[in-house]
């Protein structure tokens, strides 16, 4: 965590220097574990966490807000999936535990992570409202839309998607459901080997209101990269004018 801590650092202070207002980072930044023990050993309550306090203490020396997917201890012996955001100011604003857990194969996320209970209101911040989620969640478009009605301007899915299923499936569901809540779609992504057991597919990837791919920040990478792209508010809004989504709940349950 040490070391995954002096990344982000550096990637705060370039993206600062950029101009940019926030710092999207992934699903499980602080740390990946090579086993269920690893992984419940490691985590920290937010307001213990060395990890989590150096982004707050960098996000307010560099004036960047930040959204980091992290780890911490819930009841039972086991963890919440986290996704937090931080202000500029470096003060915890909001935070989400992730709903859906991802049991593929031999990948038992349900073994050791307790999943949340609820979907999050959006938080109001410097660069829009933005709705929290993570990772398998982009499977299930129900939050996103409920999302949507809070009117989400931004919806974030912070991620580790695998290998088979990022190349069957990533770019398709993050391109769906940023047409579906004609909302911006930022997904931060994990990238190559962690460890003996896994290795995430990458491609951060950032899709506009009308479903265009803004960024891709592609494959495996040898280091963390940043990417920057514009939030155009008034660009949803036209997105929204021009192609009204009137559901018809008189005929089918809102979801």
Same mark, same amino acid.
């Given at each position: ?31 990946? =574990? ?6 419940? =050993?490691?985590?920290? *309550? ?26 911490? *201890?819930?009841? #039972?012996?086991?963890?919440?999936? &986290?996704?937090?955001? $931080? ?9 989400? #535990?992730?709903?859906?857990?991802? !049991? ?14 609820? $979907? ?16 398998? #969640? ?38 769906? &459901? ?55 508010? !008034? ?21």
């Amino acid at each position: 965590m040490t070391h995954n801590l002096s990344l982000c650092q550096t990637l705060i202070k370039t993206a600062a220097e950029a101009g940019a207002k926030a710092l999207f980072l992934p699903e499980a930044t602080d740390y990946i =574990a090579s086993s269920p023990t690893e992984s419940l =050993a490691l985590a920290r *309550p937010m307001n213990s966490s060395p990890f989590l306090l150096g982004l707050q203490k960098a996000a307010k020396e560099s004036v960047l807000a930040i959204n980091v997917g992290i780890h911490v *201890p819930a009841p #039972d012996n086991k963890i919440y999936n &986290r996704s937090c955001w $931080i202000n500029e100011k470096g003060d915890i604003e909001s935070y989400y #535990d992730k709903l859906h857990l991802f !049991d593929y194969g031999a990948l038992k996320e349900s073994n050791v992570v307790e999943g949340g209970n609820s $979907i999050v209101t959006p938080v109001e911040t410097v660069v829009g409202r933005v709705g929290l989620t993570i990772c398998f #969640d982009l499977r299930f478009p129900e939050i996103s839309l409920a999302l949507k009605r809070q009117n989400a301007q931004i919806i974030t899915y912070p991620s580790a998607f695998t290998l088979p299923t990022g190349k069957a499936h990533w770019e398709a569901l993050l391109r769906s &459901r940023a047409i579906e809540t004609q909302a911006y779609v930022i997904a931060a992504a994990q990238s190559g080997s962690h460890n003996t057991k896994r290795t995430s597919y990458g491609h951060s990837m950032v899709v506009d209101p009308w479903g265009k791919v803004l960024l891709d920040l592609g494959g495996e990478v040898s280091e963390p990269k940043t990417g920057i792209i514009d939030i155009d508010l !008034d660009y949803r809004e036209k997105i929204k004018k021009e192609m009204p989504l009137l559901r018809r709940t008189d005929v089918y349950p809102e979801v």
